[in-house]
């Protein structure tokens, strides 16, 4: 269970357009992709507009609604993507902040339909764990929350299928975090698995070691990847 106290609105406001400029200078998002959101109570949570760069928004285009998505405060219209974000909450209510992104190499991944599951980085294996592809929705609908749900409580992030990627954590700034890593395990990925066309991949033994720091440090949930020596 999450004992961490919830973000004031302040602090959340401020995260997200943090969030947001990180994520359109890291090219994780073009145009108006992307969406943020951070719960600061049990029952409200502040998110991005609908139809705004994530690398420009300001304080007042926020929104503040309930875990319906009914609008609290703000004038801005939520994104019909909001519904991902509160299937999230919903399945795993230690979870206070979703980042939802495009970022290429990951993106690509969950194109081609491909995991990352590879134990071949320590840090990907701790900080995040393996990255499950749920099956392809259509943006906007149902069918979106309902395909990322079966993983919200066991993983800390998964890809889209032939969209892009959604992560999650304790508050904007880890979620985002997780994005970076889950980014940076798909080029790894691609480097060894389809340019150099090898890996020395971790051992059984030593991805054990690994799920023991993770669960040392706290981090709740992420999967272990499949070692050829299972």
Known sequence: MNNAPYLSDEAAVEAILT????????NY????DGNITCRVSPDTLWAT??????????AEMLIKTDLDGNVLCGTH???????MHLRVYRENPDVRAVVHAHPPVGTSFAIAGIALDRPILPEAVVQLGT??????ATPGTQEVPDSVAPFCRTHNAV?????????WGDDPMQAYMRMESLEYYALVTMYTGFVLGRANELTHAQVDR????????????????VCRDD
């Open 19 to 26: 969030v947001g400029r990180r994520l359109y200078e890291k």
């Open 29 to 32: 998002v073009a145009s108006n």
């Open 49 to 58: 507009p609908t139809g705004v760069s994530k690398g420009f928004m300001t």
């Open 77 to 83: 219209r939520p994104s019909s993507e909001l519904k």
């Open 131 to 136: 990255v499950p592809v749920a099956p392809y």
């Open 159 to 167: 890809l889209l299928a032939n969209h892009g990627a959604l992560t």
């Open 210 to 225: 690994l799920v023991e720091t993770r669960e040392r440090l706290g981090i709740r949930g992420g999967g272990r990847p």
